[in-house]
């Protein structure tokens, strides 16, 4: 294993130093470290972070590869800056069971580009009707803890009870995608103005909030561990800061797409927008961004939906909701929080790192600790071209926009998996 010297570097903000990175750990810091058979990075002007982690990736497989693999979305990741993504379960078939979650699993440690943790379906198939092989994923070779039904809600609340006093077992987690079905019936985008203008149907803001309060609520009352998935609406911050004050067990996320772009987005008609929960308007942006700073949301996590061209480029009404994101969290952070690092470190690789109990991720790189770590130029402008992407989908939201910051390079256990901002393998 090639040993890596990072000369004059910022971890996370501080003042520049060396960093030495040898059989997997980082071995040294300080200034003026040499080693002589190390492969040399010039670090004036970046900043290292921690690998950042995402708690909310759609890798596809199996059942999609022609949209994304565990290959071409663990390279999509480790060039975006991650060292661990979790896998929604969302796949065909649908990660129910032990054998799947395996499969996952197994694979992400072939592709070695990121750590796949895979998280496992709450219901069978996602048809919300009876709980899926919990225990069985939780002992199987890929240790699931977080259990999510996303694109679905798990709306019976009796079922998302049972779940979640199942899952208070092993100190599991349900993350729920939070909308009440009845409320969303035929709906294209967020619920206002616009989609009143546009004659589209309305996804309210309070399908959102009313399976958050509730849930909420059932998880005080069986004392376990909620997350809230894509959360995107002002008054779903309020009802998450109620229960966190009084002590709730819940975390939440949001998306990068959802601190940065509106519903006036719909005008387009350019179904690239579309995305599940929809774009929400200015105000909910301004109370998604401070809830962010304040930590009442504790993470960003991408949603990174790849899909193939024939489900997205089509007439708004048939395409499939959702946007690409791990390619480009790290720049929408970037502008939407400012050169905030320690923020940055703690809403994208620390706290998503310990809600997701993967304990070798989300370290400041310091000597000992593993070397999962990124390498980011702020001041870096790039252009995102929908072809240079590595995922195997272009549903970009960001296409021609000029963004700030670039990932350099992206270190896995010691391993470069991203080197000159290109991919190592
Ligand atoms: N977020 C999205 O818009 N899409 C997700 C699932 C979903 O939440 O609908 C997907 O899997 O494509």
């Known amino acids: 294993m090639t040993p890596y010297l990072i000369r004059n570097v910022s971890v996370v903000g501080a003042a520049p130093t060396d960093l030495l990175i040898r059989d997997g750990v980082v071995a040294e810091t300080g200034s003026g470290l040499t080693a002589p058979d190390a492969g040399v990075i010039d670090g004036t002007g970046l900043v290292a972070l921690p690998g950042l982690v995402d708690l909310h990736t759609h890798l596809r497989e199996p059942g999609r590869e022609d949209a994304e693999t565990v290959e071409s979305g663990s390279r999509a990741a480790a060039l975006g800056g991650y060292t661990a993504v979790c896998a ?3 796949t065909s078939p649908v990660a129910d069971t032990a054998g799947v979650v395996e499969q996952v699993w197994r694979l992400g440690r072939e592709a070695g580009l990121v750590d796949v943790q895979p998280i496992g379906a709450v219901t069978v198939g996602l048809a919300g009707e009876r709980l899926a092989e919990l225990g069985a994923m939780a002992d199987s070779a890929a240790r699931v803890r977080i259990f999510s039904d996303d694109g679905h809600c798990v709306a019976d609340p009796k079922l998302m009870r049972r779940a979640l006093e199942y899952v208070k077992a092993f100190d599991g987690i ?7 079905p009845r409320l969303t ?3 294209q985008m967020h619920e206002g103005e616009v989609s009143t203008r546009l004659g589209l149907t309305g996804w309210p803001a309070v399908a959102e909030e009313a399976i958050i309060a509730r849930d909420v609520l059932l998880a005080e009352h069986v004392g376990s561990r909620l997350h809230v998935c894509h959360v995107s609406t002002a008054g779903s911050v309020e009802v998450l800061r109620q229960a966190k004050a009084r002590g709730v067990r819940v ?3 949001v998306t990068p797409h959802h601190l940065l ?6 005008e387009t008609y350019d179904p690239v927008y579309k995305v599940n929960p929809p774009l929400r308007t200015d105000t909910d942006i301004a109370a998604l961004r401070a809830a962010l700073a304040e930590g009442v949301i504790d993470i960003v ?13 089509c007439e708004w009404a048939y395409a499939r909701p959702g946007m690409l994101g791990l390619e480009t969290a790290l720049s929408i952070a970037l502008d939407v929080l400012g050169p905030e690092w320690d923020l940055i470190a703690e809403r994208m690789s ?9 304990d070798s991720h989300g370290v400041d790189p310091a000597p000992g600790v593993p070397a999962n770590l990124t390498l ?3 001041a870096a402008r790039r252009v995102i071209e929908p072809a240079d992407l590595a995922s195997r989908s272009r549903n970009t939201p960001y296409a021609r926009m000029t963004l700030p910051g670039r990932i350099v390079a992206t270190f896995l256990r010691g391993e470069p998996t991203v080197l000159d901002g290109k991919a190592v393998k």
């Open 88 to 90: 929604m379960a969302n």
């Open 350 to 358: 620390r706290t998503p790192a310990r809600i997701a109990g993967l």
């Open 174 to 180: 349900i993350a729920q995608h939070a909308e009440e």
């Open 261 to 266: 772009l509106t519903d006036a987005k719909a």
């Open 301 to 313: 996590a991408t949603d990174h939906a790849p899909h193939a061209v024939e489900d997205k480029e």
């Open 376 to 378: 980011v130029d702020p």
């Open 251 to 253: 975390t939440a996320e």
């Open 185 to 187: 019936e035929g709906a």
